[in-house]
């Protein structure tokens, strides 16, 4: 069929182009990642126990308090592939107050009837890096230190509690509400979207390049290439295939690499299956004859007139095994077989926040769950789409 009309057809399909369009949103979002998560440390791993399980649309006073390690400033891509090591650390306050050159902050409680807790902290210390070994010193209404650069700093009482109230008191609002641990669970579900993104990517073109071998090897050449092939897609069929990626998890060990391996090992066989069949048959049309005549080679009559034919299966297929890859990943997290923490994943999170449902929270695991539910679907609306516009018996 030609490309206009497969376009055509799939265009006119608007569940397909819904899936589409939900596809290239997630994936834009997870592509942008760190740039667009409101928490930007390494993973979204920035924990504060005293916020656990706060409700979607939950607003607290951060004071922003200088850490004294320094920093070194990445550039754009190494802050959008790994996220940026925070300058300052967050401290949820109810209210604060100062005395001289200290800021007494009544530390944030979701027990209202709990005795309040205070905490000190210097102002120079909450501003800038200072020097471990670095005596404040103070001199009337002012204080003077030496800063993590070894030059000595002096300033006003006055001018450092403006700067404070200024730039270091900030008010942070969670969308979704914080997970188990209180972290900010939107940033989260954004960098879990990229985790899904990258095991579908890497499983299906695993499953691609195993598949598309294998199977055209098959069904080019058939005699005992073919009947190897055919036992290794039945004694891999035979096993269920989760107690397989289990199995080759615990082979290659837990990691990132190793999911994204094990899922696209197993994924292979369908797409051989498929391969084998087309080349069965498009190995006996005129033109392949034709070619054979004139002497090509067996590489270029695969490669050059047979597998460029087979677009349309192996696109639908992949569309159905992303989806088989992000749902496996998930199981594979909530087995705990997964991306080791604090690696966000879909998954690890209903693993975690499962036992919620029962308190009165169940939109802890439900919002990863909800974003599986629609990634999933919108994948196989697509793939579905794909097959009706490739398929030439349909009107």
Known sequence: MKPNRVYERFVSNWQGMTGLVCIALIGLVALAGYLITPDDSPHANEQHLELAAMKPGFKVTMLLVRRNSSISRKNLLHRLVNGTEPEYRFVPVKQIG???????AVLYDQDENAAPLTETFLLPDILYPIRPDSACIEQGDSISWVAGNGVRMKASFSDLQKKV???????????????????DLLSRIILGARMSFSVGFIAVSISL???LLLGSI????RGWPDRLVLWLIQVIWSVPTLLMVIAITFVLGKGFWQVFVAVG????????????GQVLS????EYVMAAKAIGL???????RHILPNLAGPVIIISASNFASAILMEAGLSFLGLGVPPPVPSWGSMIKEHYGYILVHQAYLPMIPGIAIMILVLSFTLAGNALRDAFDTKTV
């Open 209 to 211: 390049l195993l598949g």
């Open 265 to 276: 090992l197993t994924m292979w066989v369908e797409v051989a299956r498929v391969v084998r």
């Open 218 to 221: 098959a069904g080019y050449y």
């Open 165 to 183: 109230l200024s730039g270091n008191i900030k008010e942070r609002k969670y969308l979704l509400g914080t997970d188990r641990f209180g972290r």
């Open 282 to 285: 498009l190995r006996e049309k």
């Open 297 to 303: 080679s067996d590489f270029g009559i695969l490669f």
């Open 98 to 104: 100062f005395d001289r050159k200290y800021l007494v």
